[in-house]
């Protein structure tokens, strides 16, 4: 299967050439896969590490239900160092290292303020920090050394969009309007590329100085919200407080984000934009370090890595997680 998008800068295709089930595995999330060097195919379990053979056919099976070392709780995500794996398993709050042949380098534990979005280089851990009931709007980016200890934290430039609504009794709350309120952020070989919702640029932060290099726009949609948005969005809550957020929603308007930032190999920067179904593809923009659009894409799926103009994804498709692999070409 092909896409095509055509820009003036050039033509950026994709070719499918991995389609495979994984109902035979516990596999529960996506954006949960990536491939070494080798080839090897790695894709997250709910327990379990799956390392595939290139082909897609089985390799091994890793890890077991435990809180020994290389056992799991439960995964949320993956990340790659180079030609390691880093997993972060939410049960056990602890992360693990793994190499292409299955073997446990080093476990750590989870900083105790981090969501569970990171990235890793060597001995340094880029995290976003848990900003649950701290509603002050401001990001907060966290660069944490060996042992765990906090030596760096960038409050970014700008603010994280913002409503309010009072619940019964006159108590006022505070809510992030976008539906994922996350930093986007990807490591480069000398910069961190990062973006925050309702900003619409893409910043590099330079990691030996901590400073912003340079920023760029990032063309975003922008959605009204809808009742059934906000269904979606408060049918967790007590009705108090969904209540208050409806209201709270109602009066806002949705502020655009990005899914994803990529940085592959050849250190061009991939910005994936957010759709509104699962029926939707993804939109990636191709960025070189300095900003330049390379081309524009739609994609089934979004990475966590691309290396050698190829990437391994996870999608949702007829209620069972699939395996895609895909191969990029830029033709000018």
């Not at 009204?224 to 979606?232: A, E, G, N, Q, S």
């Not at 109602?250 to 994803?260: M, N, Q, T, V, Y």
Request: aromatic share 10%.
């Amino acid at each position: 299967m092909f896409l095509f998008w055509v820009l003036a800068f050039g033509s950026l295709s994709t070719q499918t050439t991995l389609d495979k089930s994984l109902s035979d595995f516990d596999v529960f999330e996506t954006r949960t896969a990536g491939s070494f060097e080798d080839g090897t195919l790695v894709v997250a379990g709910r327990i379990q590490l799956i390392y595939l053979n290139p082909d897609g056919s089985l390799k091994q099976l890793i890890g077991s239900q435990g809180q020994g070392p290389g056992e799991f709780q439960r995964i949320h995500r993956l990340t790659f160092d180079g030609d390691l794996i880093v997993v972060s398993d939410h049960g056990n709050r602890r992360l693990s290292i793994w190499n292409s042949e299955g073997e446990l380098q080093r476990e750590m534990q989870f900083p105790a303020d981090m969501v569970f979005e990171f990235s890793m280089s060597g001995e340094t851990l880029y995290g976003l920090k848990d900003l649950a009931g701290h509603f002050e709007g401001r990001p907060s980016l966290v660069r944490y050394g060996s042992p765990v200890t906090t030596i760096w934290e960038k409050k970014l430039p700008g603010t994280m969009p913002l409503t309010s609504a009072s619940l019964e009794g006159g108590r006022e709350i505070a809510m992030l309007v976008s539906w994922d309120p996350r930093l986007a952020y990807a490591l480069g070989k000398d910069f961190l590329a990062v973006s925050w919702p309702g900003d619409g640029q893409i910043h590099l932060v330079d990691l030996k100085t901590d400073e912003v290099m340079t920023s760029f726009g990032c063309s975003l949609p922008r959605y009204p919200i809808t009742d059934d948005d906000v269904d979606r969005q408060v049918e967790s809550f007590d009705s108090e407080y969904r209540s208050a957020l409806a209201r709270g929603l109602h009066r806002a308007e949705f502020w655009p984000a990005l899914s994803a930032l990529v940085v592959d190999d050849q250190q061009r920067i991939w910005a994936f934009s957010h759709r509104r179904t699962q029926e939707e593809p993804y939109t990636s923009t191709m960025f070189d370090a300095k900003g330049h659009v390379m081309g524009t894409i739609k994609v089934p799926g979004v990475p966590i890595q691309i290396r050698k103009d190829s990437c391994v994804i996870t999608i949702e498709r007829d209620d069972e997680i699939w395996l895609q692999k895909l191969v990029f070409r830029l033709e000018s």
